[in-house]
């Protein structure tokens, strides 16, 4: 059973995504053999730096494949990126609107609980800013697929210290429905 919501003045449909490469890249699957061209992915992501706040929204332009999904829709490389046409389109409307965010790296890992500090370490020198576990995947389908597809993260717990910060992430209602309510706004550009 999915959840599917469909907005009363606009010709766009939020779907709750699915956690992990595998799934979530399943389910983008089904919804491009659906029909959907036209995707914009927004939620939660671990941060690998301290003054990356809760809410600090992140266009994402490229990511870490540390996963194993993405390798079954491209060639194997370090890192995926996304469509520049795209992020150029979320990043003008986020800019027209005064939102503030930064444009970046993210990685993708399969593991839970597996962010240790030599793999932060090692992802920080390699330019990423947040960690969550769909963002490879994900951009590696909407390639193969040739579907415009883009990501906003917003800084969620703080994996980067000697001891993990929930920073009560999942209660930030007030930034998951702004997140939600901008994407749809932004999808209405791609």
Request: aromatic share 10%.
């Amino acid at each position: 059973m999915v959840d599917i919501y469909q907005f009363v003045d606009k010709d766009i449909t939020l779907i709750p995504g699915r956690l992990g490469a595998p799934a979530a890249a399943g389910f983008l699957e089904d919804f491009i053999a659906l029909g959907a061209k036209k995707i914009l992915f927004c939620g939660g992501a671990g941060v690998l730096r301290s003054d990356l706040l809760v809410g600090k929204f992140m266009v994402v332009k490229e990511a870490i494949r540390d996963e194993g999904t993405s390798y079954h829709y491209l060639p194997p490389s370090r890192e995926v990126k996304a469509k520049d046409e795209v992020v150029e389109k979320i990043c003008a409307y986020l800019e027209g609107e005064n939102v503030d965010h930064l444009v970046g790296k993210t990685w993708t890992t399969d593991a839970f609980y597996r962010e240790t500090k030599g793999r932060i370490k090692r992802r920080r020198e390699e330019g990423a800013l947040m960690v969550e576990m769909e963002q490879a995947a994900l951009l590696a389908v909407s390639d193969f697929r040739e579907v415009s597809y883009g990501a906003i993260l917003y800084g969620g717990d703080d994996v980067s210290k000697d001891t993990w910060d929930n920073r009560g992430w999942r209660d930030r209602k007030d930034i998951r429905y702004g997140l939600t309510k901008i994407t749809a706004d932004i999808l209405d550009t791609l």
